[in-house]
T-cell receptor, first 113, second 114 residues
């Protein structure tokens, strides 16, 4: 079964608006990562947040992690049409190794110009 | 460089035919390597991972196999393809520095079994 599950499954917003995607997971993690996938392409790593971190920023991206609720959110501010893609969270289990990188089912984000 | 070469980009194969997808990686030696499959509009399912030459672990029982004949080469194979093997196959690598490392992905192979 999937360790991470993204919510919503699909999100459509206007350019300039903020987009928020959520990820919930089931078991204790070492870290949580967010990836982006353009249609028909490979995944690109966006940001990694460790279990002892609560918030992390990278450009227009802001990631939060709440280990008590086993959830994370990805916020994209001032969205652009080029942000249209699928976004996935992935987890590395506590005590696991890099081989245990498990992905959720993703959120399809559409940014309308 | 963390470049991952994966080919072919697209492949159409008849049911019952063999399969061989190759992935080669650049960068640091002895990486962890992965094969994932992605069904249309879905997340990634981990099929195989390898922590070294000749070391393959399978996550799910299936019609596929994997091999790692060289440090930077990872091959996904099947002797007889099934319709259910259709999907988007992604090769990935992760660093050896510990668990807090990101994964790098190839561009994927779109396999259609007809």
């Amino acid at each position: 079964s999937q360790q991470g599950e993204e919510d919503p499954q699909a999100l459509s917003i206007q350019e300039g608006e903020n987009a928020t995607m959520n990820c919930s997971y089931k078991t204790s993690i070492n870290n949580l990562q967010w990836y982006r996938q353009n249609s028909g392409r490979g995944l690109v790593h966006l940001i990694l947040i460790r279990s002892n971190e609560r918030e992390k920023h990278s450009g227009r991206l802001r990631v939060t992690l709440d280990t008590s609720k086993k959830s994370s959110s990805l916020l994209i501010t001032a969205s652009r049409a080029a942000d249209t893609a699928s976004y996935f969270c992935a987890t590395v289990l506590l005590g696991g190794s890099a081989r245990q990188l498990t992905f959720g089912s993703g959120t399809q984000l559409t940014v309308l110009p | 460089s963390q470049t991952i070469h994966q080919w072919p980009a697209t492949l159409v194969q008849p049911v019952g035919s063999p399969l061989s997808l190759e992935c080669t990686v650049e960068g640091t030696s002895n990486p962890n390597l992965y094969w994932y499959r992605q069904a249309a509009g879905r997340g990634l399912q981990l099929l195989f991972y390898s922590v070294g030459i000749g070391q393959i672990s399978s996550e799910v029982p299936q019609n596929l196999s994997a091999s790692r004949p060289q440090d930077r080469q990872f091959i996904l194979s099947s002797k007889k393809l099934l319709l259910s093997d259709s999907g988007f196959y992604l090769c990935a690598r992760a660093g050896r520095a510990g668990v807090n490392t990101e994964a790098f992905f190839g561009q994927g192979t779109r396999l259609t079994v007809v």
